[in-house]
Nanobody, 124 residues
Framework: QVQLVESGGGLVQAGGSLRLSCAAS????????MGWFRQVPGKEREFVAA????????DYADSVKGRFTISRDNAKNTVYLQMNSLKPEDTAIYSC?????????????????WGQGTQVTVSS
């Protein structure tokens, strides 16, 4: 069983930055593909970014590429999402997720464990 707890959300003005963190339990964190997803009420959850187990490879949605950076610290069992140049359309609940197989995926169904989410609100 893996537990994920996000933190770092909040209210920020357009153009600003936020850093989200996701702390994970479990002794095999470094073998998990970790992802960030976001959801706006009334819309489907969408993929934001993912990072491989060793932290060497990353994948980003086109909408955030060049503005967001995903990283991880396996010694701390934590994955991060640095969000820069935020836009009002980035407003959503952001959730981290763990895939126990270290293979790339942007599909929610491929991730077995989810955090509760943290709200990010970007004002114009």
């Amino acid at each position: 069983q893996v537990q994920l707890v996000e933190s770092g959300g909040g209210l920020v003005q357009a153009g600003g930055s936020l850093r989200l963190s996701c702390a994970a339990s479990g002794r095999t964190f470094s073998s998990y593909l970790m992802g960030w997803f976001r959801q706006v009420p009334g819309k489907e959850r969408e993929f934001v970014a993912a990072i491989s187990g060793p932290g060497i490879g990353t994948d980003y949605a086109d909408s955030v590429k060049g503005r967001f950076t995903i990283s991880r610290d396996n010694a701390k069992n934590t994955v991060y999402l640095q969000m820069n140049s935020l836009k009002p359309e980035d407003t959503a609940i952001y959730s981290c997720a763990a895939r126990t197989i270290n293979m790339w995926s942007r599909k929610m169904s491929q991730y077995a464990y989810w955090g509760q989410g943290t709200q990010v609100t970007v004002s114009s």
